[in-house]
């Protein structure tokens, strides 16, 4: 946080000093040229001058400081030392030629592995899960992942991405944990577009996981658009919110291509998400991220990825699963599966999860509800999800 007060600092000093470079370079130019320049407007530009270079590589070294000093807490015991057999790392890893950053978390490096996926796509989740997922440390090595365009690994995406880029990543990320920590198989748990990825690399690698665990689940993302888009509609129109009606409305309805993709879904997702965070029956509602975003996990840099990654990732790929619906396309995974729904998840349709595990072929598959949440039920109901993931670990891990 200091750091970023600083660099606010400083960056506003260098606008104030690039005016004033402006002005004052304009104002030398005029003397020059009707040869009137006086040794004291010399001075106060060349000071100018100075002044602005010393602003920038304060910057820029303020910058390189804050990459290199970035961290997860480090897992400790209750007097305070560290846990012996724990890891706490920020790791970036070769993934297809892209360099990846991971989180790794748990009290013992020994306990099974379980791959988070964050939503998305260009979403990063990792402060956010050590925040509202630590106990899953007790029990697993917890992996955070941010995808190729978001967060710490912003700089691995651009315009090119491909739903393939995610898989080819995520099952080289898989490959890579299997070996590092020994073990045949781990755990997925994917939110939102990282429960349809979830699903996908399920699908790829049957034999890389001991189970999918889908939150917040995705089924069919262009019917998930039209389904949320006229929800939006309907409670603009109970509150007599006009103002929201003829904005959807000029946005028309979706699917939405070209560079407005995120503004225009975010009128109705952002509409439903605050709906949802007023409603009583859902417990802890909303994301924290201002919390999330400052924490230690990212650099000034990062700060700016988190945000760049959520607007211009998600412009990027979204439009480009208008066209999966897992009901047809993948209709049958030999993995078991787990969708732990929020009752009150009006983003996610839970009608279409519904569909969709009629017709999946699975060795196990099951819906738990969460009668306390919307979207999230990893964030409402934090307590109960982890207790559930235990439950389903200790049924297929042992």
């Known amino acids: 946080m200091i750091q970023v007060i600083i660099f606010l600092g400083l960056l506003i000093c260098m606008i104030f000093l690039i005016v004033a470079e402006i002005v004052w370079g304009m104002h030398w130019l005029l003397k020059k040229r009707n040869k009137t320049i006086s040794s004291k407007s010399q001075v106060r530009l060349k000071r100018n001058t100075m002044l602005l270079i010393v602003t920038i590589i304060l910057m820029g070294g303020l910058m390189i400081y804050s990459q290199l000093t970035v961290s997860t807490p480090k897992i400790k015991d209750e007097n305070g030392n560290v846990m012996e057999n724990s890891i706490a790392t920020l790791e970036s890893v070769d993934l297809n030629a892209r360099s990846e950053w991971i989180s790794i978390r748990g009290q013992n490096k020994n306990n099974p592995v379980l791959l988070f996926l964050a939503g998305g796509p260009g979403g990063s989740q990792m402060a956010a899960v050590r925040h509202e997922l630590s106990e899953l440390e007790k029990h697993f090595v917890v992996v955070v992942w941010d995808q190729p ?9 651009n315009e090119n991405l491909t739903v393939n ?17 020994n073990h045949e198989k781990i755990y997925l748990v994917g939110e939102s577009w990282g429960s349809a990825l979830a699903v996908f690399l399920a699908s790829k690698s049957p034999d ?14 262009l019917e998930t658009e039209n389904l949320d888009y006229d929800k939006a509609i309907e409670i603009a129109t109970e509150k007599g919110d006009n103002d929201k009606i003829n904005k959807l409305k000029e946005n028309g309805r979706p699917p939405y ?3 407005d993709v995120t503004w225009k879904s975010a009128e109705y997702l952002n509409y439903l998400s605050s709906y949802m965070n007023s409603n009583p029956k859902i417990q802890n509602s909303g994301y924290q991220t201002f919390r999330d ?13 988190y945000l760049r990654g959520i607007v211009n990732t998600f412009n ?25 729904l929020g009752r009150h998840d009006i983003n996610a349709p839970i009608s279409l999860v519904e569909n969709y595990l009629n017709v999946l072929e699975a060795p196990h598959k099951e819906i738990i509800w969460f009668e306390n949440s919307g979207h999230s039920p990893w964030i409402n109901e934090s307590d109960r999800f982890v207790r559930e993931l235990i439950s389903i670990s200790k049924q297929r891990y042992s």
């Open 149 to 157: 365009g978001s967060g710490k690994s912003y700089s691995a995406g």
């Open 165 to 181: 880029t995610y898989i080819e990543d995520g099952l080289a990320l898989t490959e890579y944990l299997r070996n590092r920590f």
């Open 208 to 221: 890389y996981y001991h189970a999918v665990i889908g939150t917040g689940q995705m089924v069919d993302f």
């Open 257 to 259: 291509y070209g560079s």
């Open 293 to 305: 975003i400052f924490s230690s996990e990212y650099s000034i840099l990062d700060k700016i990825n």
């Open 316 to 340: 990027y790929v979204y439009p480009q699963l208008y066209d999966i619906d897992l009901r047809t396309d993948y209709s049958k995974i030999n993995v078991p599966i787990y969708f732990f």
